[in-house]
């Protein structure tokens, strides 16, 4: 028979349990529609009267779709890069946009373009010249073919990089708020920038290659 541990060695381990179930324990997350708990990857509603995202399970997304009628439209998961999407510095220029990191979307309600470039106090939006907005999208079949409201195209050219991605629009609020929380002072910080850095090898981590699929 094992010889018990004394006593003063086996307090510290029920000392931890009791720390443990004194923590106050996290919120659940809840689908906005029907309240059900949902886990950390959920899927989205957009809500394109006032761009308002929200949290929704599996059964009530799938009771909207892309219709541009309904109040709330199931936002796509999905990444696909966009190499051929090369946009020079001149025609980045034309855009008036101050900073090398921006997303683009079609309103649904006016058919325009907008760019939205993110900042410490959040997403700034800048109406884009269609022009410009042609010139990009006739480099890419897919660019054409993006859904109103809840796809974007997102593009860092910040210190040195080339990302172009073709994304849900919730990546894009997750973009803005993860800049929000990280930013410090008036040029960001190294957590910042780290963070924009992550976050777009992320989406290149998911976007499928040869023998990888979707989101994998």
Known sequence: MDTPAPISQRRPAGL???QRL??????????????????????????????QLHCACEACAILFSA???????????????????EISAQLWQSMHIPINLAFFYRSGES???????????????????MDSWEEIS?????????????????????????????VSIDECYKLVGLIRSNWRGLSGGQEAWQAIGSFFDELARRAPGPGRSANA
Do not use: W
Not at 23 to 28: I, L
Not at 67 to 83: E, I
Not at 149 to 158: K, L, M
């Open 67 to 85: 219709d541009q009628s309904q109040r709330y439209r199931r936002v796509p998961s999905h990444v696909t890069a966009l190499p051929e999407l």
């Open 22 to 51: 004194a923590r106050p324990a996290q919120p659940m997350e809840r689908c906005e529609l029907c309240g059900n708990p949902i886990g950390p990857r959920h899927e989205h509603l957009f809500e394109p009267k006032n761009r």
């Open 111 to 129: 058919g325009k373009v907008v760019a939205v470039y993110p900042s410490p106090g959040g997403g700034v939006e800048s109406l884009l010249p």
């Open 138 to 166: 006739a480099k890419s079949p897919a660019v054409t073919k993006m859904q109103s409201d809840v796809e974007a195209v997102v593009v860092n050219h910040i210190k040195g990089r080339r990302d172009c991605f073709l």
């Open 16 to 18: 931890a349990r009791l």
